[in-house]
């Protein structure tokens, strides 16, 4: 458990009569990308976003570099290195891809903001940010506005936002959705190499990525784990199959 | 140079120009008109930081451009009456001398807009609008309230304020002092955009989870653009009350929080130089139509209507068309 760069303990989350977290424990270990899988309305989404510090568990904690987090912001964890991309794109819609890259390095260099120098003459920021969109695929974009992108793209951007920040762990939510196969089969193949700098908890419904990308899986059914394993044992997991795998097969 | 960029020339020409040839042929009250028109534009200026930039819907302007104008009215008039402000702790004396009156503008406004932005932020939509709506009445109140500084019936100045250098009460230098001011914030609000201030509130704007994933605070950039754009509404409003050599408590009313916001969404909404586009229109209008009727607020309404309805960017999204971005 101490080795973990990012854990929950007991996490239990109810919106009226839904319990969309029941009691989940679960964490991520240096290097490896620990996927989660789930039927829609799992509670995939809201366990990330406690994790994240958007919602308070009712109960149980979040650990975040062996420091409990559960009260923190989410700005506050953020700035530990905490990197999270959304379901639902959370961009600056208006503004350039090159300006939305800029905003995560300029939020990973902290600080106060100034008021007169203009943000885009400010080479280490415009290079860090070119950089991480060069990695995510985006470079021939940096001038496009983020709201002409195609849906896979702006997951791309999602994505080099949060490379921006050279975080301790990523926290990605469908970063393929919307994306073509060709998209996905690259960023799968980013996503293997990323895993070596920060450990990535990675949830998404692609099956081929996350049986070719996990090192271990977790399933969430109704708000629980009902398994954690590698591929081979989840795919052997007879509860799995019933719950979960079953409704492909 | 994209067409906002020729049309911000031809207006701020524009606004250089008329006031000039009416000096040339003689015509005072056509500069006063367009002083009008710079000072006015200053405090929509300020508003379109918070409303065009940052998002933020302030229907309480009015306290910061009647904060700025009674910073005028009391400095000046306790040097009128030769009576100090206060003796003790220590001596504070009034002053008839424009910057530094500015200066007391500047902070007056500045410190009222940290207060109520640092209550009024933490609501939005709806909400925020009413609480600073209650913000500005609640000046309102105070000001007709306080007998001291005149009360229901305002502050009259007998002589403008000086300004070391000029001769203030000759209309076409009073206008080149408002006009420079003008000038100079629309510079800084340019700078401002193309900040990394100006990147992280306007993302903020679009989106609040964003900027809070990147480590940044959505409410700290809010308030920090809620104290900028309410000092220059003050500073706006301290120019307005030597414009008029009078302060009343209607520079406070939500009528004139209205009012700064119609030429903002007039000239339009986080244009650069809307807000000088805006207050242009606003009184010619004013000007030309309330000549002909004395109900020409009706035309302005049907306007603003037409405007919101069919010209999202205002005056100045109709004739440039939508934003091009820079860089
Ligand atoms: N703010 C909320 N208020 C009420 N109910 C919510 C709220 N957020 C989520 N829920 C409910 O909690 C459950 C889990 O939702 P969540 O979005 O976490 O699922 P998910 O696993 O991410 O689903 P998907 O695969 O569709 O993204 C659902 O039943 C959802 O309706
Ligand atoms: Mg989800």
Redesign the interface.
């Known amino acids: 458990m101490t080795e973990a760069i990012l854990a929950t303990h007991n996490i239990t989350k109810r919106f009226g009569a839904v319990t969309a977290s029941d009691g989940v424990t679960m964490d991520l270990r240096p290097g490896e990308i620990h996927a989660v899988i789930g039927p829609n309305g799992a509670g995939k989404s809201t366990l990330i976003a406690q994790i ?3 919602l308070k568990p009712d109960a149980g904690q979040v650990e975040f570099l062996g420091q409990d987090v559960s009260t923190l ?3 506050k964890r ?2 530990m290195g905490l ?2 991309t ?1 379901q639902i794109s ?7 891809v ?3 890259a ?3 390095a ?3 260099r ?1 600080g106060t ?8 003459r ?1 080479k280490t ?1 415009r290079d860090m940010a070119l950089h991480a969109l060069e990695r995510a695929g985006l470079a021939d974009h940096a ?1 496009t ?1 983020t709201s002409e992108l195609s849906h896979g793209q702006r997951r791309q951007l999602e994505v080099a ?1 949060a490379l ?2 050279q975080p301790k762990a990523f926290v990605m939510d469908e970063p393929m959705a919307g994306m073509g196969s060709e998209g996905s089969a690259r960023l799968t193949g980013f996503l293997d190499e990323l895993r070596a700098e920060a450990p990535i908890l990675l949830v998404e419904h692609d099956m081929d990525a996350v049986f070719a990308l996990a090192d271990r899986l977790s399933v969430l059914v109704y708000g629980k784990i009902i398994a954690t394993g590698t591929v081979a044992e989840i795919r052997a997991n007879p509860d799995v199959r019933i719950a979960y795998l079953g409704e492909d097969a | 140079m994209s067409r906002e960029t020729i049309l911000n020339a031809v207006i701020f020409g524009g606004l250089l120009a008329v006031p000039l040839w009416a000096c040339i042929v003689d015509e005072p009250f056509t500069i006063t008109l367009a002083t009008k028109v710079a000072i006015l534009a200053l405090a929509g200026v300020g508003l379109n930081i918070a409303l065009g930039l940052g998002g933020l819907v302030s229907l309480g302007h009015a306290a910061f451009f009647g904060l700025g104008g009674y910073a005028m009215g009391i400095l000046a008039s306790h040097a009128q009456s030769y009576t100090p402000l206060m003796e003790s702790p220590l001596l504070i004396e009034g002053t008839k001398s424009m910057p530094i009156i500015w200066l007391m503008a500047l902070i007056t406004s500045a410190l009222a807009a940290l207060a109520i932005g640092a209550l009024s932020l933490r609501t939005s939509g709806v909400y925020f609008i009413m609480i600073t709506l209650a913000f500005g009445q609640m000046f309102y109140y105070l000001s007709i309230s306080w007998p001291a500084y005149g009360g229901e019936d305002g502050l009259s100045i007998y002589v403008r304020n000086g300004f070391p250098g000029l001769n203030t009460l000759d209309p076409i230098q009073f206008f080149a002092i408002c006009f420079a001011l003008l000038a100079l914030a629309l510079w800084l609000n340019a ?2 955009i ?7 509130l ?2 903020a704007r ?2 609040p ?9 959505p409410f700290r ?1 809010r308030l920090a653009a809620f104290v900028i754009s309410g000092a220059i509404t003050g500073l706006a409003g301290a120019l307005f009350a030597d414009l008029n050599r009078f302060v009343s408590p209607t520079m406070f009313s939500w009528q004139t929080s209205g009012e700064i916001m119609i030429f903002v969404i007039l000239g339009g909404v986080g244009r650069l130089y809307g807000p000088v586009a805006g207050a242009a229109l606003f009184i010619t209008l004013e000007h030309v139509l309330g000549g002909l009727s004395e109900f020409w607020h009706i035309y302005l309404g049907l306007l603003l209507l037409l405007v919101v309805l069919f010209a999202r960017g205002g005056l100045i999204g109709l004739i440039a068309g939508r ?1 091009v ?3």
């Not at chain 1, 959370?90 to 350039?96: C, K, P, R, S, V």
């Not at chain 1, 903001?113 to 885009?120: D, K, S, T």
């Not at chain 2, 989870?209 to 605070?217: M, P």
């Open positions: 994240c510090g958007g912001t989410t700005r953020a700035r990197a999270r959304f959370a961009l600056a819609m208006e503004n350039t090159l300006e939305n800029v905003l995560g300029l939020g990973a902290g903001l100034g008021l007169i120098r203009p943000v885009l400010d920021l001038k506005r936002v921006t920040l | 700078r401002l193309r900040s990394p201030f100006g990147l992280a306007g993302a679009q989106s989870q964003r900027v809070e994933t990147v480590g940044l605070s950039l934003e971005h820079h860089d």
